[in-house]
């Protein structure tokens, strides 16, 4: 195994070339484009086997590579924000025409204004197409979640395209030492690509066809959504396999930091995390019973892990590093769905926090983690409040 | 007896949605004649969408890749990055889309496609509107021409804008070979797309389609409309291989280009002014054309 | 490939050459073009033109028109050019 302090865009390279992808398609966008510029390195260095298809979109980066998919071969895109909501017609194309396509997605604010900082709400606005989505804490587990992806997109239980995002800086450009597996153990890990629909000339298969409201539409429609519940428990076994030949895992679709006996219960994901499970070690140590949940997975969403984490605590904080306009935070509104009825506690909070790439600090989670104190002592006050607006 | 002039096995079957008479099958049909089995086709939203039928059945006998609107030019483009990364070397590449899908929301991607030199065959079959939603004007629809978001009205609101060269397009970004062909010419058509077949890098052929719902004629009149627009010089009959252009269907008695609007519907309001003005035009493009046919001569 | 619920549905839309066959087009026909076969010459451009692949090519080298699949637009009367076949209303 060896060992590089890299980015995060980097590392995703890594798993890139690791995974043995046959087919890259992409178009440049801050912050993603280091990734595929390092896959370009790799291409014309020899260091990877694979097409790269320089195309003129992002739209035709997701386009080509559907296409790839269906011909047989392993893919792969990145991009963020605006190249993301470019791409959202053919997000649906790609759950629809079950190409296990994979993508790293930067995080990344939408304009106007101009803002290349992060923010989630380019990859929740694709929440409805059928994409398995992932969202990183570390530059290793970008890479790790890379090849646990492929696994899960091209089971035969599941073949579905999946993304992981990664918080735009904070993961893309911060360096930070990543083991990088040997090619070996991805090797035995992640099988080539077999897809059940590739290219036969003697069978030939039209993909795509019409279908009318009478006849199957509804159906295939139903088998995405079958497909997106294979793949939690795919998501639970392939990321324990994953741990006992590389070593480590993440607790499938939702880390629990601290959380059993937690009062006051954070969830949130994406780095934001990493300072939340030090602003919780710090509570703890003021006595406070602090614990967070860090949602790994947002589609398919765990529900029952949530419901099964949250029985304890009195008081249940959601951080969004988004906002539904004319509703809450995205997060917000699918825990408060996936609770109803569920748990005792009524005293669920919404905190609004890092819009546009806001640093959210120690000092932003410790003002969360008071504001529920005074939430299980007094009573909830508001049930959303943006956390550091300049009021 | 004589013998067929084209090859008789079929790739693509009957049963289709095609409207009576429609000229996108017979570009298809003989697209294939040409191609043979080993061939994989991606075909974005037009009538050729439909046209194979519904779920789950097929009336092509090869791979068939549905994609989006504007994507055929990246749809290929990953196919045959695929077909590469496999290393199967005996398969040909085809996009096969309508003039909206070309001309208009897709040419970004067919431009992307050609540009970056990618080894497919890009058949835009012509018929200048888009006829699946229901007749709309697109780029590639003539002048004076009728469809239902140009109606003549009280303010002769018809198409006023001249259709848009595509081959000419993408000459200029010099592709190793560009080509119109007709459905009323499918020797012509064969022979072209054979050629096509040969050549690496990427190829671009326009295929003259009528559509007789859209261009409100009776629907025997297919072959005749389409063999009128070439005797006109509405619709050339040439290829461009590396610049070098040829014509490959002379045109010796040109017929006045009244003769072809008069057989349509869809030029009925034209009086004899506008008339005037199209063969004006028309003869203008062809000149154009015989002086580039000269000038490349002898490259 | 009849499915009978979700369970038959494949898990993408694919579809597989069992084809349009069973979708006859000959029911949509208004016009029925009846050959005359004594002034055929077989140059089979009749058999060229036909957008649905409605013209047989028989073993003997005459053509047949295929009723079940002809949707009656008459691109082969109008191309052959000995006037063999003619256009009749459907009963």
Same mark, same amino acid.
């Given at each position: ?391 | ?299 | ?34 050959? +005359?076969?004594?002034? @055929?010459?077989? =140059?089979? %451009? #009749?058999?060229?033109? $036909? &957008?649905?692949? !409605? /013209? ?9 028109? +295929?009723?079940?699949? @002809?949707?009656? =637009?008459? %691109? #082969?009367?109008?191309? $052959? &050019?000995?006037? !063999? /076949? ?6």
């Amino acid at each position: 195994m060896v060992k590089k302090v890299i980015t995060g865009n980097s590392a995703a390279a890594y798993g890139v070339k690791l995974a043995r992808v046959q087919v890259v398609s992409a178009y440049p966008i801050t912050p993603q484009t280091t990734v595929v510029e390092k896959l370009a390195d790799f291409v014309a260095n020899g260091e990877l086997n694979a097409r790269f298809v320089n195309v003129e979109s992002e739209h035709s980066a997701l386009a080509a590579l559907i296409s790839a998919s269906l011909g047989g071969a392993r893919t792969f895109t990145a991009t963020s924000a605006h190249g993301l909501a470019l791409m959202h017609e053919m997000m649906h194309w790609a759950a629809g025409a079950r190409t296990p396509v994979v993508m790293v997605n930067v995080n990344r604010a939408m304009g106007p204004p101009w803002n290349i900082w992060a923010e989630m709400t380019d990859s929740i606005a694709q929440r409805d197409t059928g994409w398995i989505q992932f969202y990183g804490e570390s530059n290793q587990e970008v890479l790790d979640t890379m090849i646990q992806l492929y696994r899960i997109c091209e089971d035969k239980e599941v073949m579905l395209p999946g993304m992981i995002c990664e918080d735009a800086f904070y993961l893309s450009h911060t360096v930070l030492p990543v083991d990088i597996p040997e090619q070996e153990d991805v090797d035995r890990f992640l099988p080539p690509f077999e897809s059940a629909y590739k290219l036969d000339f003697d069978n030939p298969v039209s993909i795509g066809s019409l279908s009318m409201p009478h006849q199957w539409y509804m159906e295939l429609r139903y088998k995405i959504a079958e497909s997106m519940e294979n793949a939690r428990k795919k998501i639970v076994e392939v990321d324990r396999e994953f741990g006992k030949i590389f070593g480590r895992s993440y607790s499938g679709l939702v880390e629990n930091y601290r959380g059993d006996d937690a009062d006051l219960l954070l969830i949130c994901a994406g780095t934001m995390a990493s300072t939340a499970k030090d602003v919780v070690d710090e509570m703890r140590n003021e006595g406070v019973k602090a614990g967070l949940l860090r949602l790994r997975v947002f589609r398919p969403f765990p529900n029952a892990e949530i419901v099964n984490l949250v029985q304890n605590a009195k008081v249940i904080g959601v951080a969004d590093r988004s906002i539904s306009f004319g509703n809450q935070g995205p997060f917000f509104t699918e825990i408060k769905g996936a609770l109803y009825g569920k748990i005792p506690t009524k005293l669920l909070k919404n905190y609004i926090v890092g819009i546009g790439g806001r640093d959210v600090t120690t000092n932003t989670l410790k003002s969360i983690f008071r504001n529920m104190a005074s939430i299980k002592d007094h009573g909830l006050d508001e049930e959303v409040t943006w956390v550091d607006l300049k009021r | 007896m004589a013998k067929p002039t084209i090859p008789t096995e079929e790739y693509m079957l009957s049963g289709h949605m095609a409207c009576l008479g429609c000229g996108a099958p017979l570009a298809m049909r003989y697209l294939l004649k040409a191609l043979g089995k080993r061939t994989v086709v991606s075909i974005p939203a037009c009538c050729w969408a439909v046209i194979p039928g519904v779920f789950p059945y097929t009336n092509l006998k090869v791979p068939l890749v549905y994609t989006a609107f504007e994507v055929t030019g990246a749809s290929i483009s990953g196919l045959r990055a695929a077909i590469d990364a496999r290393g199967i070397k005996d398969v040909n590449v085809v996009g096969f889309a309508g003039d909206g899908g070309t001309a208009d929301i897709g040419i970004q991607a067919l431009s992307g496609a050609v540009e970056r030199g990618e080894n497919i065959i890009y058949m835009c079959y012509d018929n200048e509107a888009y006829m699946n939603t229901g007749i709309q004007r697109s780029s590639l629809t003539p002048f004076g021409a009728w469809t239902t978001t140009t109606p003549v009205g009280k303010t002769k609101f018809w198409q006023k804008t001249q259709k848009k060269n595509m081959v000419e397009i993408m000459v200029a970004h010099r592709i190793p070979y560009a080509a119109t062909v007709s459905v009323a010419y499918p020797e012509d058509f064969i022979n072209k797309v054979r050629k096509a077949a040969g050549i690496p890098g990427p190829k671009y052929i326009h295929a003259f389609a009528p559509c007789p719902t859209g261009w409100r004629m009776p629907p025997e009149k297919t072959i005749e409309i389409a063999r009128l627009a070439t005797d006109s010089c509405v619709f050339p009959i040439y290829e461009v291989e590396y610049g070098k252009y040829k014509i490959t269907r002379k045109v010796v008695n040109k017929k006045p280009v009244a003769d072809y609007l008069k057989m349509q519907g869809r030029f009925s309001h034209l009086g004899e002014e506008e008339m005037k003005q199209i063969q004006e035009y028309v003869d203008r493009e062809w000149e154009l054309l015989l002086k580039k046919e000269e000038f490349t001569k002898e490259w | 490939m009849a499915f009978k619920s979700v369970k038959d549905v494949p898990l993408g839309p694919y579809c597989h050459l069992e084809s349009t066959l069973i979708n006859k087009t000959g029911e949509w026909r208004n016009m029925r073009p009846v050959l +005359d076969r004594s002034k @055929c010459i077989r =140059c089979y %451009i #009749c058999w060229k033109f $036909c &957008p649905d692949v !409605a /013209i047989k090519i028989l073993p003997d080298g005459n053509i047949e028109h +295929d009723y079940e699949f @002809c949707k009656g =637009c008459g %691109i #082969c009367a109008n191309e $052959c &050019p000995k006037k !063999a /076949i003619t256009m009749v209303r459907e009963e």
